[in-house]
């Protein structure tokens, strides 16, 4: 399909010094900002320390959530908001000691509990002294075994409704949601509910823990995942179109684009993790394919255009190229952008990876891929003597 009303001639080739200075800048920069500046921030997958979930029953804001946490000595826990109506947050805290791996792990589960005890707040905490027990923290078990003695035929049946609504809705609100669809509990039931629990000003979404050994070791495979993925596409490349200098373009051309868009991240201050792991990797593979089209093209066009210089037949096969590249690339982009605008808080840092990486693909694909293999010719290659 064309987009254009005719086959473009585009010299593309022109701009090559052009583009090669620009990702020099770009990488260079992003560099000097990893090493000697903010550089990325580490999520909880590759660092250390606990990540826990939370959402509140009323509006709350990140100052108060902090001022509560300075209490406890946590006043310098990361807190970012993850929904809407400033109800869902995510904590990141942290505790540097010089311990062994057990020793470490147990230090941020006490962290852990810190955290939750300093949000649910002096009310929550005198509720449960008195043996009350928080509907919107007690587990399936104890939420059973609690019902056994109000409902014994029906307490399983209504404890996994009760629990499941909340998981659903991250937390019951008020206590008229349980007479309501879909839980139905009649007035007697609530009543008797209300008498034993309590609704919990916050409850907790979710909580993760990554000790020191396991955050390395995720750190050592994620990098090896992305170095043999590049590897892996050189062999490919340069078996496939017989050729060294088509492998070689093709390795350039990835490892830029994972360095560009690495070193555009790393001036939002946005955390690295696994998620993100995940989308360089996808960036990896959607450059090298239009980059291999790129290829074949060039491939076909000079058994046939033998009397063509190899930068014009570059030029020629881009041009023809071209619409392919910006159709696929551009509905990438709205695909992703979507998720970006509506996609939330939790792929938020994984669509804006996304959108980086793929204009960075398309960039790569036309003004970096083809000038590699075009210097590749002019300086390495050593044409073989006539017989």
């Not at 005198?126 to 104890?142: A, C, E, M, P, T």
């Not at 994620?222 to 892996?232: C, F, M, P, R």
């Not at 509506?342 to 891929?369: H, K, P, R, W």
Request: with cysteine.
């Amino acid at each position: 399909m064309q987009i254009f009303k005719k086959n473009p001639n585009i010299q593309f080739l022109k701009y090559k010094w052009i583009a090669l200075a620009l990702t020099l800048i770009i990488v260079v920069a992003g560099l000097i900002n990893i090493l000697a500046g903010k550089g990325l921030k580490l999520g909880v997958d590759f660092g250390e320390g606990t990540l826990i979930r939370v959402k509140f029953r009323e509006p709350v804001s990140v100052s108060e959530i902090r001022k509560l946490l300075s209490e406890v000595g946590l006043g310098d826990s990361v807190i970012q908001e993850t929904g809407k109506e400033s109800r869902e947050f995510q904590i990141r805290t942290m505790e540097r000691r010089t311990t062994t791996q057990e020793q470490e792990l147990e230090s941020h589960q006490i962290l852990a509990d810190r955290v939750i005890q300093a949000l649910q707040g002096e009310e929550d905490r005198q509720k449960l002294d008195q043996g009350l027990l928080d509907l919107n923290n007690i587990d399936r078990n104890s939420l059973t075994n609690l019902l056994r003695s109000i409902v014994p035929d029906e307490a399983e049946n209504l404890a996994n409704k009760i629990i499941d609504y909340r998981t659903l809705n991250g937390i019951i609100s008020g206590w008229d949601e349980l007479t309501k669809e879909p839980l139905n509990l009649s007035a007697e039931i609530v009543s008797q509910l209300q008498a034993r629990t309590f609704l919990g000003k916050m409850t907790v979404l979710s909580r993760e823990t990554v000790g020191p050994q396991v955050g390395k070791d995720l750190r050592k495979k994620a990098t090896q995942a992305v170095v043999w993925s590049l590897i892996g596409m050189l062999v490919y490349i340069a078996f496939r179109f017989k050729g060294v200098e088509y492998g070689a373009a093709a390795i350039f051309t990835l490892t830029q684009d994972v360095l560009i868009t690495l070193s555009i991240y790393s001036f939002t201050s946005r955390e690295i993790n696994l998620p993100i792991i995940a989308g360089l990797l996808t960036i990896v593979g959607f450059s090298i394919n239009d980059t291999i089209v790129i290829f074949d093209r060039i491939r076909e066009l000079r058994r046939t255009m033998r009397k063509e210089s190899l930068e014009n037949i570059m030029n020629l096969s881009l041009n023809l190229n071209l619409s392919r590249t910006l159709i696929t690339s551009g509905t990438v982009f709205l695909t992703v952008l979507s998720l970006y605008i509506f996609g939330g808080q939790v792929i938020n840092d994984f669509a804006f990876i996304m959108l980086i990486g793929t204009i960075e693909g398309v960039y790569s694909t036309i003004f970096l891929s083809c000038p590699v293999v075009l210097f590749w010719n002019q300086y390495f290659k050593k044409k073989k003597p006539k017989k």
